[in-house]
Structures are given as structure tokens and as C-alpha cells.
């Protein structure tokens, strides 16, 4: 059974970091691209990072292009997003999700982690 | 705003059928890029519809089905059934946004 589980979550102040990780299982881990997806309280659904298999391409949102940063550890079965520079329309539900066949569709969701940016 | 329209809701009777619409543009889902669909139950993570524009995958009920032609795209529901009511998302990816996957503004079904 594939298996994607988030954490790092949190309360944070404007202008702090964080770092999120998920940690996968019930596949190969490295033969897959991974993405960040995330939603905002009562908002849709918003693209955030994407890493290919081996992170030879690596695509951000314009809206957190610069600030978050997407990498992996194929040994172990991780992905991660570093969030620097956090604002307060950060702040929601990121989940992890793999895509099947890179630039297509997100066919396993991990239950996310709450990022709150808030003073 | 978001690049895919879609209506902000729907709804119908139990046995009814309801389609939702997603469009978008030349840059999207009219550049023949595909469409893909999620259901999303309140308080849980996103559930993989439709992939492909009309494809599903194993365990997705088969009262569950997509098409697109030219800028649009479409998912229909028939046999409506209470478990059927959550938020409803396309998504298709987008060249004029550098890398992206863009999803729709949301859809909620609701079964009256």
C-alpha cells in the first residue's frame, strides 16, 4: 500500500522558517516525481514545488519561487520543503502527493500538515 | 484567480445526474495538455478521480466519468449518491506558467 505522511507542521511567525517532510512508503521511492500541493482555509487547491525522480528538474509557483525549496533523499524514502521567508498567506494544508508519470497527475495524496503563519 | 473555471457548486437528487464543467485556455487544457479530476471529502486529503481526461483508476466506481474537447473539460456523476458530496477539482498544466500544474477553482456537489 502506498503510503505518504507529512509532518513538520506548525505555528509560526512571518518571516520565520520551516521545514516540512513526508516520508513515503509501499513503493520505489526514486522512480517517481514528487510534488507539494497546498490549501489555504476554505481555498482551493494550489500547486506549490515539484522534484523528479533523481531532482534533475525541480519547478516552483511563482508565488513561493525563491523562498521554499523542494529536495529529496531518494536513500530515504524522503521529501522535503524548506519555507523560508514565510508570510502569512502561507499558511494551510500542504500535502505531498506522487505523480505517476512526472508532469501528469497526482495519483496518491499524503493526509498533509497545517502550516499556520501567524504573530 | 484561478487559471481552470469552474462553477462554484451543483446539485441533485439522489439517482439524478450533474456534470461539472472546467475551463480554461490556449495556454491549458486548449494546448491539448490533459485533464484530471479529485474529490475532495471536507477535512480529508484529495482522492485521484479521473486521469487522462476520461480514465479511471481501479476502485473509482465507474457512475464516474470525464471528457474534454477544445478548452473545456467536463466530469459527470450519474446515479448521484449521498457519499458522492464533497468539493470536486480539475487540473491540467499550464505553459505559460513556468513548470505548473494548475488546478480548478473547486466545485461543491451537493446531494439534496
Redesign the interface.
Known amino acids: 500500500e502506498v503510503l505518504l505522511l507529512e509532518s513538520g507542521g506548525g505555528l509560526v511567525k512571518p518571516g520565520r522558517s520551516l521545514r516540512l517532510s513526508c516520508a513515503a512508503s509501499g513503493f520505489v521511492f526514486s522512480d517517481y516525481t514528487m ?1 507539494w ?1 497546498r490549501q489555504g482555509p476554505g481555498e ?4 506549490v514545488a ?1 522534484i523528479s525522480s533523481m531532482s534533475r528538474y525541480i ?4 508565488s513561493v ?1 525563491g523562498r521554499f525549496s523542494i529536495s529529496r533523499d531518494n536513500a530515504r524514502n524522503s521529501l522535503y520543503l524548506q519555507m523560508n521567508s514565510l508570510r502569512a498567506e502561507d499558511t494551510g494544508t500542504y ?1 505531498c502527493a506522487r505523480d505517476p508519470l512526472s ?10 500538515t497545517l502550516v499556520t503563519v501567524s504573530s | 484567480q484561478s487559471v481552470l473555471t469552474q462553477p462554484p457548486s451543483v446539485s441533485g437528487a439522489p439517482g439524478q445526474r450533474v456534470t461539472i464543467s472546467c475551463t480554461g485556455s490556449s495556454s491549458n487544457i486548449g494546448a491539448g495538455y490533459d485533464v484530471h479530476w479529485y474529490q475532495q471529502v471536507p477535512g480529508t486529503a484529495p482522492k485521484l478521480l479521473i486521469h487522462s481526461n476520461k480514465n479511471r483508476p481501479s476502485g473509482v466506481p465507474d457512475r464516474f466519468s470525464g471528457s474534454k474537447s477544445g478548452s473545456s473539460a467536463s466530469l459527470a456523476i450519474t446515479g448521484l449518491q449521498a457519499e458522492d458530496e464533497a468539493e470536486y477539482y480539475c487540473q491540467s498544466f499550464d505553459s505559460s506558467l513556468s513548470g505548473s500544474r494548475v488546478f480548478g477553482s473547486g466545485t461543491q456537489v451537493t446531494v439534496l
Open positions: 510534488n500541493v482551493r487547491l494550489e500547486w515539484s519547478s516552483y509557483a511563482d519561487r500535502y508532469a501528469s497527475w497526482l495519483d496518491h495524496w499524503g493526509r498533509g
